[in-house]
């Protein structure tokens, strides 16, 4: 009985059989096609050498994600723009307390709406937390205590707010700076009196919103 030994040839013993594995021709069609697409512009022969000779680099072609480019925000004016250009500089002829009653009247329709209207049985803590918190340009305001003398008794129109000040427009016409430190300040609408803290007011009208103010304040007079 003759016996049947199975000898696993290499790779040189192989191809000096012209012995080839099942699917080894496609294989090797494959290869010489990405071969060919990857070096283009190279005659076989040259392809050939440079195989035998070194590894090949392929070229791989990678798509660039362009970059979008961030839209700058505009940056405003600095305090010290806006003073040099004088944006809130209020002309002597301007300084007249008739010119500034219709903004008080938009004023006073605002805190209405602000307050869902103003009624008689409205809780005046409901009135003093909104008011703390509403924009005061337009608002009638009046010095009630100050730790100076000559500040108490001011009232006129509120055209502007500083963290530090109030500028009010008096029926004299005349504009008054009035500071914020120690002194307490009434607001009136509608026979509804809110009390204001200086002291404990000393911020921009533009991030009240988000503060929380004491039930009642405090002040050192």
């Not at 009985?1 to 290499?10: E, F, G, N, R, T």
């Not at 803290?197 to 533009?206: C, I, N, P, V, W």
């Amino acid at each position: 009985m003759k016996s049947v030994i199975y000898h696993a040839l290499s790779q040189k013993e192989a191809k000096d059989s012209d012995v080839q594995p099942p699917g080894a021709q496609r294989a090797e069609a494959f290869v010489r096609a990405f071969l060919k697409r990857s070096t283009p512009g190279m005659s076989p022969q040259a392809r050939e050498d440079q195989l035998q000779r070194k590894a090949v680099v392929l070229e791989y072609f990678t798509r660039h994600k362009r970059k979008e480019k961030k839209k700058k925000k505009a940056k405003g004016l600095s305090a010290r723009q806006r003073r040099e250009l004088r944006l809130f500089y209020i002309k002597p002829e301007q300084q007249r307390y008739s010119l500034f009653l219709p903004l008080h009247e938009l004023w006073k329709q605002y805190i209405k709406d602000l307050c869902n209207g103003l009624k008689p049985d409205t809780q005046p803590q409901m009135i003093q937390a909104k008011l703390l918190k509403a924009d005061l340009h337009g608002a009638i305001i009046s010095v009630t205590k100050s730790k100076c003398p000559s500040y108490v008794g001011i009232t006129g129109i509120l055209l502007q707010e500083t963290k530090h000040i109030f500028k009010i427009i008096t029926k004299e016409d005349r504009l008054k700076v009035i500071p914020k430190l120690n002194c307490v300040f009434t607001v009136e609408i509608d026979g509804f009196i809110s009390y204001i803290y200086g002291s404990k007011f000393q911020l921009r009208s533009s991030e009240r919103s988000a503060k929380k103010f004491k039930a009642k304040g405090t002040i050192d007079l």
